[in-house]
T-cell receptor, first 112, second 116 residues
């Protein structure tokens, strides 16, 4: 079974401070990992994918297979980063191919 | 493309009533997903379809919930009878075959359901 854990429900930082949103997963195969963001009362939108190895809005995330983690990081948080962040895992194959499982989400608040 | 379209955006209903949520996926997308979002449980996958066929409905909470996809451009999620604990935001999402975009999915704006 695939499982995604985001241990922090709430995270508060001040503007300009570094921020790290934690994500751990369990999956027996080779996963694809994602971060989605949801701004207040809006739809979820993709922030980044591990296979792209890109930086979006200053955020990066590295897949650590040894620690089964995919933490989201940003060196200097901005107030507009305040949102709900979801880590998600997808099967790369198998009978449940395409099934995207989300963690419980972390609400990030960046204070001025 | 207008993206994934859901209706209604907001619904308030009385306990025991039937609720039908609707979704129009992005044209050409082969996969359609229904998720439920609550503060306590986050985003839960209820069911997903591939080419209109249900693939995994293990997340459907109980028999009161049912979902259909009669064609490639329309899906419904029905709750009958509704209960206050069904109050949540219900998201529909879709994506094309992975060869086109990997496993990235695209969400609708959600249907905010309140059962009183």
């Amino acid at each position: 079974a695939q499982r995604v854990t985001q241990p922090e429900k709430l995270l508060s930082v001040f503007k300009g401070a570094p921020v790290e949103l934690k994500c751990n997963y369990s999956y027996s195969g080779s996963p694809e990992l994602f971060w989605y963001v949801q701004y207040s009362r809006q739809r979820l939108q993709l922030l980044l994918r591990h296979i792209s190895r890109e930086s979006i809005k200053g955020f990066t995330a590295d897949l650590n297979k040894g620690e089964t983690s995919f933490h989201l990081k940003k060196p200097f948080a901005q107030e507009e980063d305040s949102a709900m962040y979801y880590c998600a895992l997808s099967n790369a194959g198998g009978t449940s191919y395409g099934k995207l499982t989300f963690g419980q989400g972390t609400i990030l608040t960046v204070h001025p | 493309d207008a993206g994934v379209i859901q209706s209604p955006r907001h619904e308030v209903t009385e306990m025991g009533q039937e609720v039908t949520l609707r979704c129009k996926p992005i044209s050409g997308h082969d996969y359609l997903f229904w998720y439920r979002q609550t503060m306590m449980r986050g985003l839960e996958l209820l069911i997903y379809f591939n080419n209109n066929v249900p693939i995994d409905d293990s997340g459907m909470p109980e028999d009161r919930f049912s979902a259909k996809m009669p064609n490639a451009s329309f899906s419904t999620l029905k709750i009958q009878p509704s209960e206050p604990r069904d109050s949540a935001v219900y998201f529909c999402a879709s994506r094309p075959d992975r060869l086109i975009s990997g496993n990235t999915i695209y969400f609708g704006e959600g249907s905010w359901l309140t059962v009183v």
